[in-house]
């Protein structure tokens, strides 16, 4: 990128220590992609600007390019959200996402439908009055499906991924490496190519179909069945795996329910107590 100076709203992705008294942020703008800067600083008690730089905030920054770093010297905040910043599962959530999203973005590759995707995210998210570790698995998997589609891998659900027809009830399987539906036909024309095609339920496939077409408030509504929502995430994290640059061994609904877990254990042993 050929700029000094940038003035731009953005998201803010991460923030992490940076020697004693420095943080290492990386936010998502909307015409120049994800970016990341150095907070000097920012770990100190008195810091103006860190305070307006937490995670999940939407501000408003400029910063500027130097020979050895990039570094914010403004800061303004334009919301915070405060329902997600005041709820623990909500911060988890949004927290897990974040970091899929800054793992999964090389700087500078900017989206602005990338940039809406989230702001719709954090807006939906932050509407709500509670989200279970249930439902978070399965709407954090809708979320990583758009993410795809964004990024160039989208996953075909509609129709076969060789003959392109659409696909009939019944009449298919599932192929993650290639990502998306094969049919009956193809698969008996070349059984050799589609050997590592697997059987999929038609429950988990509407689910799949659901979860990346429907608007964010309608993931609350369907009923979610244990087996079909643990085939429809382990899905989703197959096709990540195979698909997204960067390669992660750790399921994408981790950051969501483990915590939670050690959150409830560390409430026992507090009550036990």
Not at 58 to 64: A, C, K, M, N, Y
Not at 127 to 142: E, K, N, W, Y
Not at 205 to 217: D, N, S, T
Not at 250 to 255: D, M, N, T, Y
Request: glycine share 4%; hydrophobic share 40%.
């Amino acid at each position: 990128m050929s700029w000094s100076t940038l003035k731009t709203e953005a998201i803010v992705l991460t923030s992490e220590p940076f020697r004693e008294a420095d943080r290492m942020y990386t936010a998502l703008t909307p015409d120049n992609g994800k970016v990341s800067f150095l907070g000097r600083g920012a770990r100190k008690g008195k810091a103006k600007l860190a305070a307006h730089l937490e995670p999940f905030a939407i501000v408003d920054i400029e910063i500027v390019r130097g020979k050895r770093s990039t570094t914010v010297i403004s800061v303004e905040r334009i919301k915070g959200f405060a329902n997600i910043r005041e709820s623990l599962d909500k911060r988890l959530l949004i927290q897990t996402s974040l970091s899929l999203l800054n793992k999964h973005t090389r700087e500078h590759d900017y989206d602005p439908c990338l940039y809406a995707e989230l702001l719709d995210w954090l807006e939906f998210v932050d509407s709500q009055f509670s989200v279970t570790p249930v439902r978070a698995t399965f709407i954090l998997g809708s979320f990583a499906l758009r993410i795809m589609r964004h990024l160039g891998y989208d996953v075909q659900l509609n129709d076969c991924i060789q003959c392109k027809q659409k696909v009939m009830p019944l009449s298919f399987r599932w192929h993650a490496d290639k990502g998306g539906l094969v049919c009956s036909d193809c698969l008996s024309e070349k059984p050799e190519e589609w050997f590592s095609a697997r059987p999929i339920r038609e429950e988990v496939v509407k689910l799949l179909r659901f979860a990346r077409g429907a608007g964010y408030p309608d993931l609350l509504k369907p009923s979610l069945l244990a087996d079909d929502l643990d085939a429809y995430a382990r899905i989703v994290h197959d096709l990540m795996v195979f698909h997204l640059p960067v390669d992660s061994d750790v399921p994408f609904w981790a950051g969501v329910l483990e915590d939670k877990e050690r959150q409830l254990e560390q409430a026992n042993t507090e009550q036990s107590a």
